[in-house]
């Protein structure tokens, strides 16, 4: 069983930056991966950022490319999430999960979910 708990959401303005973080326990994570995830009201949950524990192989949605950036740190079983020149359109719930062995676009193929941090971003 692997717990999640995510951190370092908040109000930001648009332009500005974030730092999520998700820590694991109750697992090794190098047979993980690991995906970042939000959710706007009244919008279904989706795909932001996702890297497999052990190769650092990172994967991106196309609305985020470029901005942000996922990265993980072994010693501290932590996945991040370093959110730059946000827009209000980024404003959401965003979740950290994980599942066994690859990186998936669909939230189906997780089996594990943090409880979401708030991001908000101002215009």
């Known amino acids: 069983q692997v717990r999640l708990v995510e951190s370092g959401g908040g109000l930001v303005q648009a332009g500005g930056s974030l730092r999520l973080s998700c820590a694991a326990s109750?697992?090794?994570?190098?047979?993980?991966?690991m995906g970042w995830f939000r959710q706007a009201p009244g919008k279904e949950r989706e795909f932001v950022a996702g890297?497999?524990?052990?190769?650092?192989?990172?994967i991106y949605d196309d609305s985020v490319k470029g901005r942000f950036t996922i990265s993980r740190d072994n010693g501290k079983s932590t996945v991040y999430l370093q959110m730059n020149s946000l827009k209000p359109e980024d404003t959401a719930v965003y979740y950290c999960?994980?599942?066994?062995?690859?990186?998936?676009?669909?939230?189906?193929?997780?089996?594990?979910w943090g409880q979401g941090t708030q991001v908000t971003v101002s215009s």
């Open positions: 890297i497999n524990w052990s190769s650092g192989h990172t």
């Open positions: 109750g697992s090794p994570l190098s047979n993980f991966a």
């Open positions: 999960a994980g599942r066994l062995w690859s990186i998936a676009t669909a939230p189906s193929f997780y089996n594990y």
